[in-house]
């Protein structure tokens, strides 16, 4: 596998995972702009700002993700190097957009119905 290759896979499992993470989002802290405040649970009143806590999860997985992969990929490359085909290059890049669209789209919907009320 090329070096090409390995950064191709790095980031796309690293965009894979940060998406997923993103759309399910786990309880982050949450800050509330009005009280200049930190929670780590919601409160009822006030204005909250989740997005803090899901960017913090989204990115740690992402990078974690980005780490992990490109260290197995690295350690498992020995010899000559041999390229993906070019049909897996195009899978590849065709899966991580369309994940990266349906996340993007969840965000948009999800933000638009909590807010645009």
Do not use: K
């Given at each position: 596998m090329t070096?090409?290759?390995?950064?191709?896979l790095a980031c796309s499992s690293s965009i894979l995972v940060a998406c997923a993470i993103h759309a399910f989002a786990p309880?982050?802290?949450?800050?509330?702009?009005?009280?200049?405040?930190?929670r780590s649970t919601p409160s009822?009143?006030?204005i909250a700002m989740y997005w803090y806590g899901?960017?913090?999860?989204?990115?740690?997985a992402g990078a974690l993700t980005l780490?992990?992969?490109w260290l197995l990929l690295r350690r498992s490359t020995t010899g000559t190097p041999v390229p993906l085909p070019a049909?897996?290059?195009?899978?590849l890049a065709t899966i991580t957009?369309?994940?990266?669209?349906?996340?993007?789209?969840?965000?948009?919907?999800?933000?638009?119905?909590?807010?645009?009320?």
């Amino acid at each position: 596998m090329t070096r090409q290759d390995r950064v191709a896979l790095a980031c796309s499992s690293s965009i894979l995972v940060a998406c997923a993470i993103h759309a399910f989002a786990p309880a982050g802290p949450i800050y509330y702009p009005l009280e200049h405040a930190w929670r780590s649970t919601p409160s009822g009143d006030g204005i909250a700002m989740y997005w803090y806590g899901r960017s913090l999860w989204t990115i740690s997985a992402g990078a974690l993700t980005l780490g992990i992969v490109w260290l197995l990929l690295r350690r498992s490359t020995t010899g000559t190097p041999v390229p993906l085909p070019a049909w897996a290059s195009r899978a590849l890049a065709t899966i991580t957009l369309a994940v990266l669209l349906v996340a993007l789209g969840h965000t948009a919907f999800s933000e638009s119905a909590n807010w645009m009320r």
